[in-house]
């Protein structure tokens, strides 16, 4: 015990024991703060009737998004052959299985009946956008769970400790290209349907539209591939632990760039596509967005710092060689991103629409998360931190030096019989 | 279920009724009544129960099929199946389902002066809404009674509107009373352009004063 209390006191000023610390302090805040949803119910949220979703269906499909990097670069790296981006995927795994994790944790909280959570896989109505997605996410975390499993056994201790097992775990690693084109199925179904589970209700003109399922899943790819080089290059500049080749990440950077072009145009049209007719319900909520409470977060969060921006910056070849500029645009990517979900979720509810027959009475109602969903969301966020923060440290999961050798996919045989 | 606009009064006893037959937690509606204006000076009512609609968006959203269709139409809600994910409130379209944030413990005030309860209550954590009273509606029933005409088989909102504004009955059935009122005056429905189909019609108040009968 007095070993441990030593080993604390010693380490706890380092800049890694802070800043364990301070997750550590999000996290016992994020504990009780989940526990007592899970005593107290959800009525300690400021959730309503009117607006159901909230703080954390943000999180939750935030954090699927920035996810998505795992497909992303997996199907790239295994499928369309780019093996030297192989270290990149493999970090963009490692952020995949923490992102779905939180994301799962963020939906725990949110259902109101946690305890019920298996009927979602055990009852199915083939009908709902929703099953689709569960049953998805739920797949797709276990391919997650196998395409890790290489990566955790790099893990020093498990090697001495049980050499046999993490000699298995390394050797699921042969089954990458099988795994990336299960997780490229299962991903792209479920990160458009997350739109679409959005863009099927009627009820709600601004959601109403079949762009959304393209918006979702193109999102996703630019978050996921922002976040997964962001977090690479901070890992490089925080500790020597993790080592990135800046020629892979620029080259990639610059690919994520002519994507968000693409990304700008798109969304260009999606909205401009919105003014065209009047559809009571959907010129209001776009209203919310230009110029009402979610303005500013849609101009600057979304448009400006959230695409604009980092475009320029990933495109012009001055800031794109400059490794802070470079992770300036990234992460307003990420940001740019977050927005998006934050706002499209949101916006629906704010926009309340009258039944009444008659006129079309459009009103606007505010949500504001409580202090509970708050330190509960912060908690899931810092469950990433410090879940990517030990793959750094333990697990190589920045690690660009690591070569096919180590992590080679499939020997073809073939091939040598020719050569010789 | 048809609802005449012009003989409401909004006093809100349809909601005390439901209430107390459905054992409904005092701060939850199943049935709203909503205020619809005006007309020739007179304040306008609207009573919004389950629209029960035909394609009903938060059968077709339910991730697990808690929200189903029974055989005779009414939408209903399976509360030992749904996580309460509310995916069900989003979907629809006319605000009908209420979220239990709360349990509801305790006494409910509109018991016994509007009815004694029916149905269980319902846990913390799923959303509920209107049933059209199916509990009535089966019991009756299997004694030989007719929903819409024998009391003890009809929503008990129906039942203990002092105007006689709602009228219940069996739509499918051309000679029912339903039919009948839905034949002679005109209707409408609430936000018919989404295609739902609600199966609750609402007679608008005439212009001219003329109540409809």
Redesign the interface.
Known sequence: MKIIFKTIRENIFTPWGLWLSFLGVLLATALVAGLSVFWFGLSITNLTDIVPWGLWITIDLSSIAVAAGAFSLCAIVYLFGFKRYEPIARTATFIGFTGYSMAMMALLLDIGRPDRFWKSFVYWNTHSLLWEVTMCVGLYFTVLVFEVMPIVASFEWLRKKFPRIAEKMEHMHHYAPVLAILGLGLSSLHQSSLGAVYGVIKARPIWYKPEMSVMFMFTAILGGVALTLFASMLAARLTPKAKVNDILVERVSQVLGYMMIAYLYWRFWDWLAQTYTYEPGRTEAFKLLTSGTLSFNFWFGEMLFGALIPTIILLYKPTRLSPFWRMLGLAMIVGGVVAFRFDTNIVGFLTVISYLPGEAMISYTSYSPSLVEWAAGLGIIAFGLLAFSIGVKYLRVVDHRLTSEEYETVHVMADDAIKA | MVIDQSKCTGCDQCNLACHAHNDINPELQWTKV?D??ELNGEKVY?P?PCMQCEHA?C????????SYYRDDGIVMMDYD???????C???????A???????FTGENPAVPEWGEPEVDRR?????EKCSFCYNRIDRGMSVGLVPGVDAEATPACVVTCPTGARIFGDLNDPHSNVSLVLKKHPS?R??EN??TNPRVY?L?VREDGVVED
Request: a positive charge.
């Open positions: 909503l619809a204006g609207l919004r968006p059968v077709e959203v339910c991730p697990v099929g808690a199946k749904c996580i309460g994910c509310r995916y409130m989003v979907a629809c379209p006319y605000d389902r209420v979220f239990n944030w709360k349990e846990p913390r954590g799923v959303p409408y609430l936000r989404l295609g609402y608008p």
